[in-house]
Each structure stands twice: as C-alpha cells, then as structure tokens.
C-alpha cells in the first residue's frame, strides 16, 4: 500500500542532502578496493551460492566461469556483492540491476512491437546504494575490454567516458520533470555499432525462429493440418520435461496469471500449452532451474515461449538492513525490472512451483545481446557511453535523481576514482579467476 510522505523535501533540500553525503563518502575515494581485507575467499562465497542448485548442473557452472576472467567475472556476483559491501558508501540509495554489465545490457521487443534496447537481466537487482552499479559496470567495461584486445588505457578511458556521460545525464534529470524522467528515451542507438549488432540480432530472434530453433517435429502427424512438434533435446543445455514435473511446471501458470492485468490474462487464454523443457541459461544463473514452456494460439504458426526462471535472494541482500527477506524473489526481480526499465516485457510476473520462487517472462522474443567480439574495433567505448545513460535512467526513475546529482557535482574526479576501481578489481577478477582454475586442477 502506498504511504505518502509525511514531508517532502524541496529540490534544494534533496540536492544538498546529496552534497552533504560527500563528507559520508568522498567522491575521490571510490577508487579504493580493499581485497586484502575479505573475511571470506572469493572460492568460497561462490561455493556457498551453489547451495540448492541442481548438482549436475554445478560442475557446468565451474566450468564456464573457468573459461575466461569474463567467465568467472559473470559467475561471482555473490564475491563482488561482499568486496563491494566492504567498503564505504554514499547511502545514496537507487533500484540498482545488481549484475551491470556489457552482456546484461540488449535489445528486445517492447510491448508495442518495437525493437528497444535497456538494461536486461534483474536477477540480483535490490534497493541499494547507487554506487554499486556503476563499479560493477566499471570492472566489466575493463575485463571485457582486456578480453576483446583493448590496451589498458583505452578500457579506462572507457570507464571514464561512461561514467562522465552518467554524471551529465544524471545533472539534465535533476532539472527535468520527474514525468519526463520516467519517459526518457536512449537516442542514437542504431549509430552506436555493439548496440546496433545487437538489434539486428533481436531483429531475427522472432517468435518462428525460436520455433524452429527449439523445437522440431514429432514422428506422429496431428490430427489435421501441421505437425505437432515438441522441444529439441540438446543434453544439458536443453531437455525435454514430461510426466508429474511438466504438469507442476504448467500448474504454476495458475498463481501466475492471476497477478497478470486483466488483458494479459486475456491473451495467455487463448494459447495452449504443448510442451515443457529444462533450458540451462547464463551463467550466473547455470544451476538453478529454468523452464521453458511452448505455446500455441491460432495454430502452429502462432509460437509463444514462456521462461519460468527460479530466483533466489539477490546477493546483495545480506549486507543491506533494510532488505526484505520475506519478499517473493520473483516478485523483487520482476518489480526491479519495472522500476528501472522505461518498457517492461508484458508477460513479465512471477509464480511458485513447491517451495521454490520463480520469474516468469517472455524466452527469445525479438532479443539480441551484446558480444565481447562486439566491443572491438571502437566498440567498446561507444558502448560505455550507452551504459552509463541506461543506468543514469534507471537510477532517476527509481531513486532521486536531485541527490545523485548534488552528490555528483561535475563528475570528473568520480569518474576517475571509478576508472581506477575497474581497473583494480579487473586485477582482482584475475587473481580469483586464476585460482579457481587452480582449485579445479588440483
């Protein structure tokens, strides 16, 4: 239930509030990383994070984050989550995605048909300090930037343009009407190159190309026309779910649906469900259980694929007082989603199958991701910029934009500091990735 405030601020009063959490944190500072300090080793915190994973599927997840610093980076969220709980921070506090960075950023369709492009995956994301996003974004920009042939100084750099282009947009919000925050779009994205290969990708991902991707014809004909077709099994990135465990799956569209607005719950009537799969995405998310369930409308021609994904508590939440433990996972991802994107998935909800918590959204519809092969050739740059405009918006929509900005001032010494962090925990990343692949050796 919403509860209005009991005193409003003024613009003024938010603004200095922001300055004054200079003295809390100064702005220079951000650049300190205190890795010597940790109480837990970083192998150890990703182990406790496979706790109730599905076994099998545990090795996998070792084994992908062992390909490349990148890797590991993408898998240990609960090990930056801790680093970054450590240090000092503004207290200034926004929605933020939990997981910022360059491959969590893509293009998908819009409720209106639209291709748009936005910050796209909300596992981790929780109320917390703004900060926190950025330096994961930072850290990535730098072990991506390392990864696709980048020298050191332009992966900074690069750091240094996203950050600068945040703090600026972050300054035109605090000026704006907050409705003209909430309805603020990222321009130029067909001219930014990763950006632009990524909404060709979304552009092909279409509903008949998943169909065919993911499913392939039965033996037997249906009744009539077409072919009655199931899902491929491409072992054990894709499995076929059958018996008591489909029909859990499919039982959980009841809770489901009914937090879905009325013309949503509509449209999801008139589809059928056909089949039930256990799909393996990601990487941070190799383990939990994820399934997929295949639709059809008005016929063979008419596809639809749901993603019924599991959620746990963000990583984050054990470091912050104030986080909900009683919360429904799925709930917070899909809420999280909300607040920070401008347009949302219109299937996006959440349900529960046992006692386990689950995310509900649309799998492959129109969506395309930026690849680290994407970020050479200039591409890396361009891209930071786009980063820190999507995260300048969905940290406007959902915190306060007046004192992020009062806080941030010029941004010029922030942005440094933030280049000099990235580039620290990319040494970091390193260093933990290397033993990881020591510890599978041995």
């Not at 150890?44 to 890797?71: C, D, H, I």
């Not at 580039?423 to 599978?440: H, P």
């Amino acid at each position: 239930m919403y509860v209005p405030a009991m005193h409003y601020m003024t613009p003024e009063e938010r603004r200095q509030m922001g300055q004054s959490r200079r003295k809390q944190m100064g702005r220079g500072d951000h650049g300190e990383l205190k890795s010597k300090s940790r109480n837990v080793g970083a192998l150890a915190l990703v182990e406790r994070s496979m706790k109730g994973r599905v076994p099998a599927l545990v090795k996998l997840k070792y084994e992908l984050m062992a390909q490349s610093p990148f890797g590991y980076f993408r898998g240990a969220v609960p090990v930056m989550a801790a680093d970054l709980a450590a240090l000092p921070s503004t207290g200034i506090i926004a929605q933020i995605c939990g997981d910022a960075h360059v491959r969590n950023l893509g293009a998908f369709a819009a409720p209106d048909g639209r291709l748009v492009f936005d910050i796209n995956d909300f596992d981790e994301t929780i109320r917390a300090p703004f900060e926190w996003d950025l330096k994961r974004m930072a850290a990535s920009l730098v072990v991506a930037g390392r990864e696709s042939g980048h020298k050191e100084s332009l992966a900074r750099e690069a750091v240094v343009k996203c950050i600068e282009r945040y703090c600026a947009l972050m300054r035109t919000f605090s000026k704006l009407p907050m409705l003209d925050v909430t309805r603020y779009q990222v321009h130029r994205l067909n001219s930014v190159e990763p950006v632009h290969a990524a909404l060709m990708k979304a552009e092909r991902a279409t509903a008949q190309h998943a169909l065919e991707q993911l499913t392939a014809p039965m033996k037997q004909k249906r009744s009539g026309d077409g072919e009655e077709r199931h899902f491929r099994e491409v072992k054990p990135l894709l499995s076929r779910v059958t018996g008591a465990q489909a029909a859990a799956v499919v039982r959980s569209l009841g809770p489901y649906g009914e937090m879905l607005e009325p013309q949503r719950q509509h449209l999801l009537s008139l589809y059928k469900p056909v089949d039930v799969a256990f799909k393996v995405v990601g990487t941070g998310s190799v383990g939990l259980r994820d399934y997929c369930i295949y639709f059809e409308g008005n016929g063979e021609g008419d596809p639809l694929f749901l993603q019924i994904k599991e959620e746990t508590a963000s990583a984050y939440a054990p470091y912050l007082p104030d986080a909900h433990p009683a919360q429904h996972n799925g709930e917070r991802a899909a809420m999280g989603q909300r607040a920070m994107q401008m347009q949302s998935d219109p299937f996006l909800g959440w349900t529960h199958i046992g006692g386990r918590q689950f995310l509900v959204r649309q799998l492959n519809d129109h969506k395309g991701a930026i690849d680290v092969e994407d970020l050479r050739n200039g591409g890396l740059e361009a891209c930071a910029v786009v980063c820190g405009e999507l995260l300048a918006r969905g940290h406007a929509r959902s915190g306060d934009p007046l004192m992020i900005a009062g806080y941030l001032g010029a941004g010029g010494g922030f942005a440094d500091a933030l280049a000099e962090f990235g580039s620290e925990y990319a040494d970091q990343t390193v260093k933990d990735w290397e033993e990881l692949k020591r510890k599978r050796k041995s």
